[in-house]
């Protein structure tokens, strides 16, 4: 059964204000005490902040927004009800399994995707456990018949592949979108 997309999940620090500069200066506390402790409460935002931008290194076999930012969305401006602010990218890891032979092979999703979904990501590795490795898609330098295709529809992570890469069972597939 797919999940629906789960709203602000992600690991964030609280960035609004948590305590109210006017209580420290009216505690008739030593002038340079106050002073460090509103410059304290600054930089406490500021480090809130910064770790809010970064990318997360949290690979989730759930969706999980990473902390990348894309640009407004360019349909919302001044003249419409959404106001244009800066979009959530999310990330979800398929547990994929073993590449198929000389097929093509999907794995469901479980998004319920749909028309405000735009991808900005869609790759991923194979794990052959005698040490080789290839990444996905890929595409061969040799032959054609080597290459491997990767494709997300609405309901499946799908990979073909023009020969027998089924000694490779360990496959993760990393995907990553906007919900416009």
């Known amino acids: 059964m797919p999940f629906s ?6 690991t964030f620090i609280p960035s609004t204000q948590v305590w109210d500069v006017s209580e420290i200066y009216s505690a008739n506390l ?19 902040t910064n770790v809010n931008y970064k990318d997360a290194g949290y690979y989730a076999t759930q969706p999980f927004i990473n902390g990348q930012l894309y640009f407004p969305n360019p349909n919302n401006n001044s003249s419409t009800s959404q106001y244009p602010a800066y979009r959530q990218v999310s990330r979800l890891v398929i547990n994929f399994g ?14 319920t995707i749909n028309s ?6 869609i790759y991923g590795c194979a794990t052959n456990p005698n040490t080789e490795f290839i990444p996905i898609p890929y595409v061969s330098t040799v032959t054609i018949n080597d290459n491997v295709e990767l494709w997300v529809d609405t309901t499946n992570v799908n990979i073909r592949t023009a020969s027998d890469y089924s000694a490779y069972t360990i496959t993760y597939v990393i995907i990553e979108w906007l919900q416009n």
């Not at 460090?36 to 406490?44: A, E, G, W």
């Not at 073993?98 to 998004?111: D, G, I, Q, W």
């Not at 405000?116 to 990501?121: P, V, Y």
């Open 98 to 111: 073993a590449l198929p032979n000389t097929a093509t092979k999907s794995v469901a999703h479980n998004l």
């Open 30 to 48: 030593d002038p340079k005490l106050t002073e460090l402790l509103v410059r304290i409460y600054q930089n406490i935002g500021l480090i809130a």
């Open 5 to 10: 997309y789960p709203q602000n999940t992600g």
């Open 116 to 121: 405000s979904f735009t991808f900005t990501r």
